[in-house]
């Protein structure tokens, strides 16, 4: 019943296939229907509406303007061009200037903030070479101190900590003089979770920031907030005037509504997105790549530069060449897996491929699984590696056997892998089309009310 | 300002009513004006419930539900004053939160005519497990009863020494195998150590996981295996612990954790924030469990009993 946005939206676009133009009453269907949506996506229903009358006004606004394009494309790209644009145009950096910079972490219980302060430490130690200290000022929560330290040394970071000093404001001024005197440019100050409403606990927060002046004031969010995120947002702007956001959690099946309400209620952008309990899966937030993955067209820039780092060109080259000639063997398969197993939670990886998030939401994705795969491709000999086709059926039971699995694990595996190869040369040989990438939908009703139907 | 106003110790429930006065006049007033001099509910009406209900977190689904519920009452027995249809928007609710058949807790301790009663608490991270399990084990403490806490968060940074603090607060028993050990050996041990050292109730906490990760829900599932091959008919409670401030994905949360684990039993955590945790009311009428405790402050106290009436009231309530 409950679908992700971008489900919602393609059904609301299915509504203006085979419809030859835009108009008053096929507009007001598809709207409502996107209306519903966002609102489904925990997009606050205020910021629901205002969003969607402004998209109505384009879409009846350039009907005339664009007779070649189908009215569906022109809805997408409408709404489109809108959720980039209430989500902040273009990509907002970290502000790092200070010697050292100090980066301010702030939010409610549970949002995830000293997950993303190890995150933000592994992240600009490994991608921008810096030498940041992680500070804990969280002195409430039981083992927050603990968590954070565990946090650094995973990372291999220091972290600054004052056990049995209750005061976060003396802790933060004091780790500011260690990184001084101790060369690290970066220190990132993790704080206790608070209610908006709190006083005293906003208070501390103010007392903090104004005795450390940071550079850069980050307000983390989990990305599953309903339609509080507003009022938290603001409430927290209000006290702190933070920089930027941080959306956490992006690795569930939630819609994320969260997102276009905060960054339309407070106008900060949001600058990375969290997804993920592995140190290394924090992205930086591109409000266009976020504005495509709302509306299922995944997120193929993100998958790329992820993949990127990890393959090298000819490699990938010399791999594109094999798959057109349907040549894939075990070798180029084992180097894929262990090339994949680098780049992070497989789910989450699969999910930015265009079309891929809705195929994938009830696929089990094993990471696991690869150790199996692995153990039987090393269980074969070189040359089976290098020629799938030798595979017989003693062979195969020499493998079951040195790779401790069963003959049918093997017969399976080999099995999927001949489908994966087919597969690949068949995708290798077909361009991407746009609009087939939004398939699948519903028809919708027409209400009489807002939401009602 | 959230409507939980009835749960509030005195102190602080005269801070809360300060906050609360505008949003009670705002929705009455206008509640009040929309069917002045009308004898059937109008859109006018159906929207102003609609507007609250959707900022409430209720959704889209349960929004309609409960307006048709409306609607079709008002169709049957006409309403004459605002107050009349306040009283109506509140027994629909009620009933709604009714039909899932089960009764409100008299007492933090469900009836298990068992020994050790376990519970297992499951929930995505950062949703207040722990903490909930501590204040949990504080009101069991408190009837006298002899609690062990087990630490199958074996997972997250910390997490084994946060459960460890916890029991020191409460003064109850722990038991542990350290970070990184089999979450399932240490469910089984913990009921194990209950049993062996007489304890009334086992309390276990599980790693936060989110429920797309179809792995984790697996070991959720293995976990709870091991517990019953302990004790056969254990968990006799499983709590998923929800965070009220998560929107529609809260559905979803309860759908797949029920599925891994069969659970019993919800607790609704940071209702003394601004968010107002109506998702509750739909994931209660959809999955027929029932919500049994709320958490309104970080105080060891400030955990309750759900009480469908209370949450209704205050919803409307002046």
């Known amino acids: 019943m409950f679908n992700n946005l971008s489900d919602r939206l393609d059904s609301a676009f299915k509504l203006l296939k085979g419809e030859n133009r835009l108009t008053e009453l096929n507009v007001a269907d598809s709207i409502k229907e996107i209306r519903r949506a966002l609102v489904d996506a925990d997009v606050n229903y ?17 009907q005339n303007v664009l007779k070649s394009v189908k009215p569906g494309d022109l809805m997408v790209k409408i709404v489109m061009d809108e959720l980039v644009a209430l989500m902040g145009g273009t990509a907002a950096e970290i502000n790092l200037k200070g010697k050292p910079a100090v980066v ?5 219980q549970g949002s995830g903030k000293t997950t993303f302060s190890g995150k933000l430490a592994y992240y600009l130690k490994s991608q921008q070479k810096r030498n940041p200290l992680l500070v804990a000022c969280d002195v409430y929560r039981p083992a927050a101190i603990d968590q954070l330290t565990v946090l650094g040394q995973q990372i291999n970071v220091p972290v600054y900590k004052e056990p049995g000093n209750n005061d976060p404001v003396q802790i933060a001024l004091n780790a500011i003089a260690h990184a001084k005197a101790h060369n690290l440019d970066v220190v990132i100050v993790d704080t206790a979770g608070r209610l908006a409403i709190d006083e005293t606990m906003m208070k501390e927060i103010a007392a903090v920031k104004s005795a450390i002046t940071p550079q850069e004031t980050l307000f983390v969010v989990d990305s599953m907030t309903g339609q509080d995120a507003v ?4 409430a927290f702007n209000d006290v702190i005037n933070y920089d930027g956001v941080v959306l956490t959690k992006l690795d569930g099946d939630t819609r994320g509504g969260a997102a276009l309400s905060v960054k339309y209620t407070v106008g900060k952008p949001i600058k990375f997105v969290s997804q993920g309990e592995k140190m290394d899966t924090l992205d930086v937030f591109y409000p266009d790549r976020m504005a495509q993955r709302i509306l299922g067209m995944g997120d193929i820039v993100s998958f790329v530069e992820k993949a990127q780092a990890q393959f090298d060109e000819k490699e990938v080259a010399r791999l594109e060449k094999k798959i057109r000639k349907n040549q894939l063997d075990f070798e180029d398969f084992l180097s894929q897996i262990r090339t994949l197993k680098k780049m992070g939670d497989l789910k989450s990886l699969m999910g930015m491929i265009p079309g891929m998030s809705k195929a994938l939401r009830d696929v089990d994705i094993n990471d696991s699984a690869f150790n199996r795969t692995e153990a039987i491709i090393l269980s074969m000999t070189p040359e089976e590696r290098r020629n799938p086709d030798l595979i017989n059926m003693s062979r195969k039971r020499r493998i079951a056997a040195g790779s401790g699995n069963t003959l049918d694990q093997v017969n399976a595996f080999v099995r999927q892998f001949e489908q994966m190869r087919k597969m690949m040369h068949k995708m290798s040989k077909m361009p991407m089309n746009f609009p087939d990438i939004m398939g699948g939908a519903r028809g919708a009703v027409p209400g009489r009310n807002k939401f009602r139907r | 300002m959230s409507f939980f106003s009835k749960f509030f110790s005195k102190e602080k429930k005269e801070d809360l009513d300060k906050g609360l006065e505008k949003t009670k006049t705002s929705f009455l007033g206008k509640l009040a004006k929309a069917v002045a001099g009308k004898s059937s509910v109008d859109e006018e009406v159906l929207d102003e ?15 309609i539900k409960i307006i048709q519920r409306i609607e079709a009452r008002v169709a049957r027995d006409k309403y004459l004053s605002a107050a009349e249809l306040n009283e109506i928007l509140r027994d629909e609710i009620v009933q709604l939160l009714s039909d899932n058949n089960t009764e409100d807790l008299e007492d933090f301790l469900p009836r298990h005519d068992v020994h050790p009663i376990v519970f297992m608490v499951v929930g995505v991270n950062g949703v207040g497990k722990t903490t909930t399990i501590g204040k949990l084990a504080w009101q069991f403490k408190q009837q006298g009863k002899k609690v062990v806490l087990g630490a199958a968060d074996t997972f997250r940074a910390a997490a084994v020494d946060q459960l460890k603090i916890w029991s020191e607060r409460v003064g109850c028993d722990f038991f542990s195998k350290g970070m990184n050990t089999d979450p399932a050996a240490v469910a089984y041990e913990t009921v194990q150590y209950a049993i062996q050292n007489q304890c009334d109730i086992a309390i276990i906490d599980t790693a936060g996981r989110l429920h797309t990760k179809i792995n984790l829900m697996k070991e959720l599932s293995k976990i709870k295996n091991s517990i019953a ?29 029920t599925e891994a684990t069969e659970v019993t039993a919800l607790a609704l955590t940071k209702l003394d924030g601004t968010a107002k945790g109506g998702v509750a009311i739909g994931i209660s009428d959809q999955f027929k469990i029932p919500i049994k405790y709320i958490g309104v402050g970080e105080a060891i106290d400030k955990l309750q009993i759900f009480n469908k009436r209370a949450f209704v009231n205050s919803l409307f309530d002046q």
């Open chain 1, 231 to 234: 009022n938290t947002a603001k």
């Open chain 1, 104 to 108: 301010l972490i702030a939010g409610l």
């Open chain 2, 49 to 63: 419930l609609e507007n609250i209900l959707i900022s409430s977190d209720v959704g889209l689904d349960t929004t």
């Open chain 2, 229 to 257: 091959k302990r004790m056969p008919g254990a968990p006799h409670e499983v709590l998923l612990v929800l965070d009220a401030t998560t929107g529609q994905n809260a559905i979803e949360q309860a759908r797949h954790f």
């Open chain 1, 46 to 62: 205020k910021i629901a509406k205002e969003f969607t009358d402004k998209v109505k006004e384009k879409a009846l606004g350039t």
